[in-house]
């Protein structure tokens, strides 16, 4: 691996960390059209585009249940990574995939119900995931390094000498070393991931959620914040289970709450964490698909609340 620098500014592509943007997009549209809601279904708003193989299911399925995973369908991600397919496409071929489990049951994590999210969206507004990122979010929290494609990002590669993507890189067994990951340019973003950021920007994302002071309202961060579905009825390192809302995990940690969401795609990986009543919070990337940056904000936290060194979380227990 190269002894390339990191600063503050290095890019890293952010993953399913960009749920939250997504969830954020969806609260700012819904409070402000009259017509929408978040019991919406995503059928009505778009019709044909959204057709799952249960009918029910393809009727009743809602802005809450697409972002929260209690649809009863599962990953599925063989049906868009590495295929080129753009979101109109993946959010059509939805009627060809099968569930496996019972409609608002249990928590199955499926990145397409973000993706069908951001399409309606796009088909709301007429315009671009990417603009209404740009124009929504990224612009008011000042947010001048983060973008939605890697032809995006190099607009600032080519202005800014601190604005580089990371190369990422994964570990070869045979050899004991890390392989520069051949990246697919064929994916394109969509609302389950694709955004590229650095450690700069996503503060100020995490500062927001934190303190609720926008652009999503705070009866909009709620209900991202709000338990929708539960992890299980223990997961570690919570106390007890852990919860979903939109885009946003929770959990009780040492009689705290945490919010968080990791991402990791293309050997990239990334997580926030914050804690809203301290008003600490930390941003992890990294450029190797593993789970240091879990190691390295369970250490950060446990420091920062002051827990003896003996007792910190070890995740090697786990």
């Known amino acids: 691996m190269p ?43 778009v019709g044909n585009d959204f057709v799952l193989k249960d009918d029910y299911l393809t009727t009743h399925l809602t802005f809450l249940d697409a972002m929260s995973h209690r649809t009863g369908m599962p990953r599925h991600d063989a049906l868009w990574y590495d295929r080129g397919l753009d979101v109109e496409s993946q959010t059509y071929l939805m009627r060809h995939l099968d569930t496996s489990a019972s409609f608002r049951t249990v928590f199955q994590y499926c990145n397409l119900m973000f993706t069908a999210v951001s399409h309606v969206l796009q088909s709301i507004t007429g315009r671009p995931h990417a603009d209404l990122l740009r124009q929504w979010i990224f612009k008011p929290l000042g947010m001048n390094y983060s973008y939605y494609s890697l032809e995006d990002a190099e607009t600032c590669q080519n202005s800014d000498s601190r604005c580089t993507l990371a190369d990422s890189y994964a570990w070869n067994k045979k050899t004991g070393s890390f392989k520069k990951w051949s990246l697919d340019l064929s994916n394109p973003p969509n609302g389950a991931g694709g955004i590229i950021s650095n450690v700069v920007d996503y503060s100020k994302w995490i500062r927001a959620l934190m303190y609720e002071s926008g652009p999503v309202s705070k009866e909009g961060q709620a209900i991202m914040k709000y338990p929708l579905s539960f992890l ?87």
């Open 232 to 318: 299980g009825a223990e997961t570690s390192p919570y106390a007890g289970p852990g919860w979903y809302g939109l885009g946003i995990e929770g959990g009780i940690y040492r009689n705290e709450k945490v919010f968080s969401h990791n991402g990791g795609i293309s050997a990239y990986a990334s997580t926030f964490k914050f804690l809203p009543d301290r008003k600490f919070g930390v941003v992890v990337f990294q450029n190797a698909q593993n789970n240091a940056m879990e190691a390295i904000a369970w250490r950060l936290i446990d420091e920062f609340m002051g827990v003896p060194e003996d007792e910190f979380y070890d995740m090697n227990k786990t």
């Open 3 to 45: 002894d390339v620098p990191f600063t503050p500014y290095t890019l890293f592509q952010a993953a399913s960390t960009t749920k939250s943007f997504t969830a954020s997009l969806a609260a700012i549209l819904i409070e402000s059209a009259e017509d929408l809601a978040w019991d919406t279904p995503l059928h009505d708003i």
